[in-house]
DNA sequence: AAGATGAACAACCGCGAGGAC
DNA sequence: TGTCCTCGCGGTTGTTCATCT
């Protein structure tokens, strides 16, 4: 028996989402929380099918994502990560507050592999990458000696040492050195292990281990309530414990102009007038 | 100014894991 | 125990925007 699509794909919208699709959609995750994703498109009024929709939500219009490029603290987290992990981008993300697997898979495809490469160093394994024999001498003049030194220094280490490594792309001397047990475990010892959860796991991480990604209090202040509302499930709520930047999100609701709104689903008049 | 090219990121696709029955 | 269903993950593709020629 062949293996059931996941939905019927007949008539269903496929491409980028419009503001209204957004609308949409958030509008029934605050009504219902997240439930069935099969069956959310169309109890959403959306020709789109539940996976689509599951995505949108959790890469793009989630509360708690933290928009913008990664810092270089983050992009240090994903390295030293990625080289203990692969490419486990949702267990490298539950590390990191506020952002997607999808979001860091990104940013490793695009910006971190070229700097690595750069550096000498092969993205996959994390290991001194083998200089081409035609293309030594090439190397010698383009590639700095503090460079070749890094790619030799790399040779043997384990990935934890990986942020030693003294390289002017990275600027590792403005940021401290983290331990992997520093980023494994969250500090308070009772909290729950991290899950492979992207979406719901995020919370779980303390947020003074990712120092920059803390809240402001005024956010939990303002999350507390909603939590109290009993609009969100569990897990939703959870997403909330972790508020951070939403300046530079397009969609995503402009939460400094919308403060003193009570997250019912008629406080989201601010999605009607984009 | 216009087309070509590359970079960045959003979204899709297929597969596997795990739970329900 | 086996089958089906749903969800999540990772790889890949498509689209948009910026830069270059």
């Known amino acids: 028996m062949g293996r059931q699509p996941c939905c019927d794909k007949v008539g269903l919208k496929k491409g980028p989402w419009t503001s209204d699709e957004d609308k949409k959609l958030i509008n029934f995750i605050l009504a219902n929380g997240q439930c069935c994703w099969r069956a959310v498109p169309k109890l959403a009024g959306l020709l789109r099918c539940g996976k689509s929709c599951r995505l949108r939500w959790t890469n793009y219009l989630r509360p708690d994502l933290k928009r913008g490029l990664l810092s270089e603290y983050e992009e240090k987290m994903v390295i030293d990560l990625h080289s203990q992990l692969g490419n486990r981008w949702a267990k490298i993300a539950s590390h990191l507050p506020g952002r997607t697997d999808n979001e860091i898979k990104n940013h490793w495809n ?10 000498g160093i092969d993205p996959v394994t994390h290991q001194p990458l083998p200089p081409p024999e035609v293309e030594v001498q090439v190397q010698q003049s383009t590639i700095s000696t503090d460079q070749t030194n890094d790619a ?30 520093e980023i494994l475990l969250p500090s308070d010892q009772n909290s729950p292990t991290p899950s492979s959860s992207s979406s719901s796991s995020s919370s779980s991480c303390s947020s003074n281990v990712v120092g920059d990604l803390e809240l402001s209090q005024s956010f939990e202040d303002y999350y507390s309530e909603i939590l109290n509302s009993n609009i969100w499930d569990d897990d939703f709520g959870d997403t909330f414990e972790l508020l951070a930047d939403y300046d530079s999100g397009k969609n995503v609701l402009d939460f400094e102009s919308s403060l003193p709104v009570v997250a019912d689903e008629d406080s989201w008049e601010i999605f009607n007038a984009v």
């Open 110 to 119: 695009t910006h971190i592999k070229k700097k690595l490469k750069k550096m």
């Open 152 to 181: 030799k220094m790399m040779s043997g280490i384990d990935s934890n040492q990986l942020l030693l490594v003294n390289n002017s792309d990275f600027c590792t001397d403005e940021i401290p050195v983290i331990q992997p047990h």
